[in-house]
């Protein structure tokens, strides 16, 4: 019963997993995040009334849009990376390059979609 | 180590096939629908005129979910086209597939902190629960809204 760990939690945190762990941590906080952000999205629409009021006017807030957004394209682009090279699985020897270029894609695109949050929060 | 990025292919057929495997491979399958049901519906928005009547986030913020409530609050002039029932089908298809693709990953995450057998199967009878309930609420508030 319950978790053994052989490290201690200073030695994980020290763990030089570079890229590929960055995109572990990102996937699965990201993943995490849109679970719960889901769930009460949906509750919140069913529900309706002051509760969805008060959801909807967080959720619409830019500041928030800009987490939710990051959080969702990372996931979304990589996600894109582990099913290519899952699928075609001699690519991992190229997985690091793979890593590279999701960057190339993610940066402008989520660059972009900060940019028209943030002019459209600013009421431009 | 120099042979630690050498790739290993098992035929198929000497791959161990369980559920826990079928759910992987869901997870990938899953995926790539998402992405072609996201991208259809922002075709969808393009051809409904999207291009100039929202901006590119709209667009996201639609594409991700194919709601008619998700463009209340933009620049389009006619809901009527947004809110039929093809919408409301790939609406639902989407959350179909997202759902369990969410919920699989939920139970992926606990099984990294939860090990005991007894742990692991109050997690997937939750899930199951939590999948259920979800999926009901969410076609309700798609065909109601």
Known sequence: ?????????????????????????????????????????????????????????????????????????????????????????????????AIWIEWAVFIPVYGMAVFVIIRTGLGG | ???????????ITKRGLNFEMMMWLFTRLSALAMYALILFAIIGALIMGAR?????????RW????????????????LAPWSTPFWKVVASLLLLVATAHGVHGLVVICDDYIVSSRGRWTVRNISIVFMTAMILIGVYVIWTS
């Open chain 2, 63 to 78: 594409g991700f979910m194919p709601n008619v409530r998700h463009v209340q609050n933009t620049n389009v002039p006619d």
């Open chain 1, 1 to 97: 019963m319950g978790l053994k760990r052989n490290v201690s939690l200073a030695t994980a945190l020290r763990y030089k997993g570079q890229g590929p762990m960055l995109t572990f941590v990102l996937h699965r906080i990201g993943g995490l995040g849109m679970a719960i952000f889901i769930t009460i999205h949906i509750l919140s629409s069913f529900a309706g009334g002051k509760v969805g009021i008060y959801t909807n006017s967080i959720y619409e807030n830019w500041i928030f849009q800009i987490f939710i957004f990051f959080f969702v394209l990372f996931h979304a682009i990589n996600g894109l990376r582990i099913t290519i090279v899952d699928l075609f699985p001699k690519l991992i020897e190229n997985q690091r390059e």
């Open chain 2, 1 to 11: 180590m120099a042979t630690s990025t050498k790739s290993r292919t098992v035929p």
């Open chain 2, 52 to 60: 100039t009547q929202m901006n590119l986030a709209d667009v996201m």
